[in-house]
């Protein structure tokens, strides 16, 4: 099986010195604890500084967003190089705020995961269906369609070092979480998917995380389900303490 990977998405939060104090705390609270990759996406401006703290621990970076292009005139994009510059092994796309508010779409999406994966930045590729889908019995197809239009053209060898989250929506911020045997119906179904797209080898170590409200009081329920590889934390992992707690959920 492959390790499992608890990553905090601290999106629009931390200054510099506040992203310093709680990246240390967390290095401090999830000491000893192995087996597990722990990763952290602050905002694009305090992560000079995090790698340099993070420099001697196992904690990986990973950037929040990132642009297709190598380089050029994209006022105010950064390109995966320059994310790996600044220490990023990770990089989140396609998050469902970003396609909210920032209007990505599928192709947008897929054109930042290929460019990621040939600069050697692993992708955290976000798909989650809103209520209204859900309550339509539309989820799965949704989230089908996402991971497939995501994963368009990318090679067999790449497929190591993506990671999908299933996000749902409605559970983002919203202190609802789906019950674990929702998420571990639609992982099925992304983990079906990608069997189809590519050959079984190829996806045994590509891991399906969850993300939407995890907390450290439903992370041992919701790591319990045998396809579900690790989690994404927005909320929680702004707190050392309960980010670590989660970091340290119980085998099962
Ligand atoms: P949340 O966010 O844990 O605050 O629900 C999750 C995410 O957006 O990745």
Known sequence: MATPLIAGNWKMHMTINQAASLVLKIRDAIKGVHDVEVVVAPPFTALHHINYLLAETPIQLCGQDVFWEKNGAYTG????????????????IGHSERRQHFHETDENVNKKLLASLKEGLKPILCVGESLEQRESGKAISIIRKQVAEGLKNVSHGHMKDVVVAYEPIWAIGTGKTAKPEQAEDIHNGIRELLYDMFNLEAVKETRLIYGGSVKANNIDDIMAQPNIDGVLVGGASLSAEEFARIVRFEKT
């Not at 994009?77 to 989140?92: F, R, T």
């Open 77 to 92: 994009e950064l390109s995966p190089e320059m994310l790996k510059d600044v220490g990023c092994h990770y990089v989140i």
